[in-house]
């Protein structure tokens, strides 16, 4: 999938701005389907002629004989869109999407390295812009819009390369009673709430966040300073989970819901937990050992009360809460 301008972008002819309108007219019945000529100076792109407003210019009564054998600066459009060659083809469409009415269908002009490179129309540029949502939306968790398994595999492989890296489970505890008791749609809100959370606490610190699937959901660092933002998630949580239940659930601290063995018993509230991976003290040669070492944290979560988080390094029985 190509997702910079300068790989969908064609050749153009280009020409001096002393040029004259004759050589384009030439140039345009030679060439039916193109329908743009750059004009540069020093190898530079500063103008475009665009086929139709060319002969509007020249088709006028007088055009053809006040224009034709006059040079291209008189009719060339001064103030074209110009992008570089690794402009994403999502910002190159914005830009081109925001021009003006009558220079909406013009063509975008490619440079690499102050040279001209070529130009891309924009229907190949809205098309391949449709190919990139597309394959976008594929990577992404339809619930929370967050990166889904197929980024989240990509982070970390490439972590297994870093001289740093920290990577961080989190996991609601308690979920499946909540959705049993609240429903489906109140278990949803609770997810894409959850997932801001995160975000909004993690993303700052420099974290790449994925929702693994269900109530998981995964950070990525290259670093080790995730402490203090994983508590101010922690903490964030725990702050604002309460609007999530009713009066007498949260009187109760509690809810009356199915176990695993599928018996009713009093289930305690949703909480977050946190389990981190990082290569401070042992080196991961594969993304399954840091899975393995994922499970083995995320268990001993589990056998803690409230919202938590555990780190590698912590001996047995000891977690950090949020403070």
Same mark, same amino acid.
Request: overall charge negative.
């Given at each position: 999938?190509?997702?910079k301008v300068?790989?969908?972008?064609q050749?153009i ?19 039916? $389907? ?7 100076e ?14 509007? *210019?020249i088709?006028? !009564? ?9 040079p291209?600066k008189?009719?060339?459009?001064s103030?074209?869109l110009?992008v ?10 914005r ?8 220079? !909406? ?6 440079t690499?390295?102050?040279?001209l ?16 949502q597309?394959?976008? $939306?594929?990577y992404?968790?339809?619930l929370?819009?967050?990166?889904g ?20 489970y ?8 909540y ?5 489906f749609?109140?278990g ?8 801001e ?7 700052p610190?420099?974290? !790449?966040?994925?929702h ?26 725990d ?22 063995l599928? *018996?009713?018993?009093?289930?305690? !509230? ?13 080196q ?8 393995t ?29 949020p403070?």
């Amino acid at each position: 999938m190509q997702h910079k301008v300068g790989e969908v972008c064609q050749s153009i002819p280009h020409l001096a701005p002393s040029t004259p309108c004759e050589y384009v007219d030439r140039i345009f019945k030679q060439n039916p $389907a193109l329908q743009g000529v750059a004009v540069t100076e020093g190898d530079f792109p500063v103008a475009l002629i665009m086929r139709v407003r060319f002969y509007q *210019k020249i088709g006028t !009564l007088y055009g053809y004989t006040l224009y034709m054998q006059r040079p291209v600066k008189l009719i060339m459009d001064s103030t074209p869109l110009v992008v570089d060659y690794e402009c994403p083809i999502t910002e190159v469409s914005r830009l081109a999407m925001a021009r003006d009415e009558e220079k !909406l269908y013009d063509d975008v002009v490619v440079t690499s390295g102050n040279r001209l490179y070529g130009a891309v129309s924009v229907r190949d540029l809205l098309l391949h812009f449709a190919e990139i949502q597309v394959e976008t $939306a594929s990577y992404m968790n339809p619930l929370t819009g967050l990166p889904g398994n197929v980024s989240i595999n990509e982070w970390l492989k490439k972590s297994l390369s870093l001289e740093q890296f920290s990577v961080l489970y989190f996991d609601l505890d308690y979920f499946k009673a909540y959705n049993d008791t609240y429903g489906f749609k109140e278990g949803d809100r609770l997810l894409q709430w959850t997932a801001e959370i995160i975000s909004g606490g993690m993303v700052p610190a420099g974290g !790449l966040v994925g929702h693994i699937g269900g109530d998981d959901f995964i950070v990525v660092m290259d670093h080790h300073h995730y402490s203090e933002s994983c508590r101010t998630v922690l903490r964030a949580f725990d702050e604002t989970i309460n609007s999530f239940y009713s009066e007498s659930h949260l009187t109760k601290q509690s809810v009356l819901a199915e176990n695993r063995l599928g *018996k009713y018993e009093e289930i305690p !509230l949703v909480s977050l937990s946190v389990a981190v991976i990082t290569n401070r003290f042992r080196q991961f040669g594969s993304i399954e050992e840091i899975s393995t070492e994922a499970a083995r944290l995320k268990k001993r979560c589990k056998n803690i009360k409230g919202s938590c988080l555990i780190e590698e390094s912590m001996t047995p029985g000891v977690c950090a809460q949020p403070t």
